[in-house]
């Protein structure tokens, strides 16, 4: 089976859907279930004792787990020096943290196996350092350094760990931003335009193929840099 | 579970993981420079204590803040580990 966090929303529920599409056994791990449509367990990433609670309840399935997609994440498009404390702590807790605390406590169920893959959520903000994204980017690239590392820890019980990072993808965390802001953005990827949800879910099912077993520690910037 | 129960049951386990390669004491370091055991052998032995603790009907717990803490870490010492383990036994 295979692990999203975020599922209820956003790229995380894209990514369920897609998994599920395809004939995968997908657990979501969303803070709230009520409603999903979906095997899942409720779970709150940036809470130590509920991401715990949550790898017991997946270990006592007593099922291999083909991956982990760390998708849940937060953000806030703004300058440093207008961002608030609680949303500095916010960014950090969820997208760093709770990244964090997902690969550490459901790493031994796929130490176990020696096998599978973890799947994190970067951000193209971190590649090209874009204005106005200072603690959202810096919170994603703690991700993407914790994940490059964890994947040389991972490496000799053959776990892959690999991130993905999109540009301005249209979920709920780019509400508010105009076209025109997102086209600044593109103009600076290699393929200049936007991508979709879609295009984020054939990285994913790229990253889980058999033939992607050589790719690890790697960061995969979405539309390239 | 007693103490010498636990114990046996680690050495046991730290000797599977050490191919029985090296004699085995209570006082042995399971972390820090001086250990025998690698990350990976380390690993193995913590998942061979999960299996062992599952046939004794008890859930070991090596991802707990006693195992991380530096100080007083449950790796400290083959005798720390197995005095970790009959703790678990009893909750």
Redesign the interface.
């Known amino acids: 089976m295979i692990i999203v966090t975020g599922a209820s929303r956003g790229l995380g529920q894209a990514i369920t859907e897609r998994l599920i599409e395809r004939g995968e056994e997908v657990i979501g791990l969303a803070r709230n279930t009520s409603g999903l449509n979906i095997n899942a367990i409720e779970c709150d990433v940036s809470d130590y004792a509920s991401v715990?609670n949550a790898s017991?309840e997946v270990k006592r399935m007593k099922k291999p787990v083909k991956a982990f997609i760390n998708a849940a994440g937060v953000a806030s498009m703004n300058m440093a020096v207008t961002t608030n404390e609680s949303t500095v702590q916010k960014l950090i807790q969820t997208n760093l943290v709770g990244t964090i605390y997902c690969c550490?406590?459901f790493a031994?169920i796929m130490?176990?196996q020696k096998q599978g893959s973890f799947i994190n959520f970067s951000t193209i903000a971190v590649a090209l350092a874009l204005k106005g994204e200072s603690v959202y980017a810096a919170s994603k690239a703690g991700v993407e350094s914790f994940s490059r590392t964890f994947a040389r820890?991972m490496a000799?019980?053959n776990v892959r760990v690999n991130c993905i990072a999109p540009g301005p993808i249209r979920t709920d965390l780019l509400r508010g931003i105009t076209d025109a802001q997102i086209g600044k953005i593109t103009s600076q990827q290699v393929i200049q335009k936007q991508f979709q949800k879609s295009d984020v879910c054939d990285l994913v099912e790229l990253l889980l193929d058999e033939k992607a077993t050589s790719l690890s520690g790697q960061v995969l910037n979405v539309g390239g840099v | 579970m007693n103490i010498e129960q636990a114990k046996e049951i680690v050495i046991s386990a730290i000797n599977t993981a050490l191919e029985g390669k090296a004699e085995i004491t209570e006082d042995m370091q399971l972390i820090g420079g001086e250990s025998l055991l690698d990350s990976m052998r380390l690993v193995e032995v913590c998942l061979a204590l999960e299996d062992l603790a599952d046939e004794h009907g008890f859930e070991f717990d090596w991802t707990s803040e006693a195992a991380m803490s530096k100080s007083r870490s449950m790796f400290r010492s083959v005798g720390a580990l197995a005095e970790e383990f009959a703790n678990q036994s009893e909750v």
């Open positions: 715990k017991k550490q406590l031994p130490l176990r820890e000799d019980f």
